[in-house]
T-cell receptor, first 112, second 115 residues
Framework: QQQVKQSPQSLIVQKGGISIINCAYE??????FPWYQQFPGKGPALLIA?????SEKKEGRFTISFNKGAKQFSLHIMDSQPGDSATYFC???????????FGEGTQLTVNP | DARVTQTPRHKVTEMGQEVTMRCQPI?????VFWYRQTMMQGLELLAY????????DSGMPKDRFSAEMPDATLATLKIQPSEPRDSAVYFC?????????????FGPGTRLTVL
């Protein structure tokens, strides 16, 4: 079973700053590395995902950086906004099928 | 706008009672997942179905939990008897697995409180 370590547990950033959340996995993972965003009282929702054939993917203010050799990937939120305040989960797939193992989550607070 | 629906949204029950949670996956999706979320344990996978067949329920306490998919539009999670430690938010998610891992779409969750 996949082991996933996410850090930090919580993060406070000023509006306009850069938020960085890291994820490390142990076993050889398959083909898909997503980040999910969860607002209070809601279910997690896919924010951005990367396939391992690229080292970086950017969507608006959100960027995933992927280091396959180090078995790590990170989420960067540029120009962080109060509306980005949420819990963020990285996830790593098992070697087959659709099962994902989620990180412990990072609670991000962006102060105005 | 296709989405996963879950009922009930909130459930308060007393210890020892049976609890049934229902999930309607997105039409056309072939995978269904049940997760439990608590502050201490994060998101734990309880069960995983593909094409209605259970593939993995190793995360579920077998003596009291059961998960089924009576048909492609309904997944159920039952707890019998319920215990206070079962208090958590239970999420259902569905996805479309076609040869490789892809997005899981989560429902709004059922918040369960066992007194």
């Amino acid at each position: 079973q996949q082991q996933v370590k996410q850090s930090p547990q919580s993060l406070i950033v000023q509006k306009g700053g850069i938020s960085i959340i890291n994820c490390a996995y142990e076993n050889t993972a398959f083909d898909y590395f997503p980040w999910y965003q969860q607002f209070p009282g809601k279910g997690p929702a896919l924010l951005i995902a990367i396939r391992p054939d690229v080292s970086e993917k950017k969507e608006g203010r959100f960027t995933i950086s992927f280091n396959k050799g180090a078995k790590q990937f990170s989420l960067h939120i540029m120009d962080s906004q109060p509306g980005d305040s949420a819990t963020y989960f990285c996830a790593v797939p098992e070697t087959s099928g659709s099962r994902l193992t989620f990180g412990e989550g990072t609670q991000l607070t962006v102060n105005p | 706008d296709a989405r996963v629906t879950q009922t009930p949204r909130h459930k308060v029950t007393e210890m020892g009672q049976e609890v049934t949670m229902r999930c309607q996956p997105i039409l056309g999706h072939n995978t269904v997942f049940w997760y439990r979320q608590t502050m201490m344990q994060g998101l734990e996978l309880l069960a995983y179905f593909r094409n209605r067949a259970p593939l993995d329920d190793s995360g579920m306490p077998k003596d009291r939990f059961s998960a089924e998919m009576p048909d492609a539009t309904l997944a159920t999670l039952k707890i019998q008897p319920s215990e206070p430690r079962d208090s958590a938010v239970y999420f259902c998610a569905s996805g479309l697995e076609v040869g490789r891992t892809d997005t899981q779409y989560f429902g709004p969750g059922t918040r369960l409180t066992v007194l």
